[in-house]
C-alpha cells in the first residue's frame, strides 16, 4: 500500500512570507525526492478561485456578512479537500498549503470576533478529522509585515485586497488567534521568527523540516 503523504500548512499574518516560504518548503521536499503539491486557500481549485475572487474582492457597494464569509472559506476548503488535497495525500504525495483552517480561526474568529466554537464545528464537518501534520506560522510584528506588504503592492502595482485593506487592530487580533492556536497544539506548530533577513528566516524552517522530515521518511 502507497504510504501516505503528508500535510503541511504555512500561516500568518498579511505579508509575513508565506508565499516565498511555500516555494522554498516545496524546493527542500522535491530535494528530498518528494512528490509536492503546491497549493492555497482559499482556492486551489477552479470552483475555489472563483470563491477566492468573491471573498477578497474590495468592491464596497455591498459588505460581505461574517457568516457568509466563513461559509465560503469553508465551501472552497471542501472543494479543495475532495478535488486535490485527499487525493494527492492517498497517492503519496506531500501538500504544501498556503494558509488552512488556522487562518479561519485567526481571520473570522480573532478578527471578525465569530466564536471558535462555531468555526469548530464547520472544521469538523468539512474535514471529518483530517488536520495538518505541520503548520509553519510565520510570525511577526503587524507594523514590520504592512511595510513588506506595501513594498510588494507598490513592486506589482497591486490594489489591497478585502483583508488588506483592515485596519491594525483587527491584525493584532489575527496574530494573538495564530498564536493562541499554536500554544494549544505545539506538537503540530512551529512557530518562525518571520522578521528577519529571508537568508534567516529559510534557516529556521530548514531546521524544522529535518527534524520532522527525517522522522517521518
Ligand atoms: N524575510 C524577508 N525579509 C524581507 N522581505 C521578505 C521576507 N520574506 C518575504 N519578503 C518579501 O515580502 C513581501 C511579502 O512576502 P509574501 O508575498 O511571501 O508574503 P505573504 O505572507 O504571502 O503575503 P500575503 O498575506 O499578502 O499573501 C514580498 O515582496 C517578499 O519578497
Ligand atoms: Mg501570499
Known sequence: MTKRGRFITLEGGEGVGKS?????????????????????EPGGTVRGEAIRALLLDPAPQEPLHVDAELLLMFAARAQHLAEKI?????????????????ATFAYQGGGRGIAKERIAVLEAFVQQGLA???????????EAATKRLESRLNDRQEQ????????????????????????QAPERFAVIDAQHALVDVQAQIEQTLSARVTAWC
Open 20 to 40: 516565498t516560504n511555500v516555494s522554498f518548503v516545496a524546493e527542500c521536499l522535491e530535494a528530498q525526492g518528494l512528490e509536492v503539491v503546491r497549493t492555497r
Open 86 to 102: 485527499l487525493p494527492a495525500l492517498a497517492r503519496g504525495a506531500w501538500v504544501v498549503c498556503d494558509r488552512f483552517t488556522d
Open 160 to 183: 489591497r485586497d478585502r483583508f488588506e485593506k483592515e485596519q491594525g487592530d483587527f491584525f493584532q487580533a489575527v496574530r494573538e488567534a495564530y498564536l493562541a492556536r499554536a500554544a
Open 132 to 142: 495538518p501534520d505541520l503548520t509553519l506560522l510565520l510570525d511577526m510584528p503587524k
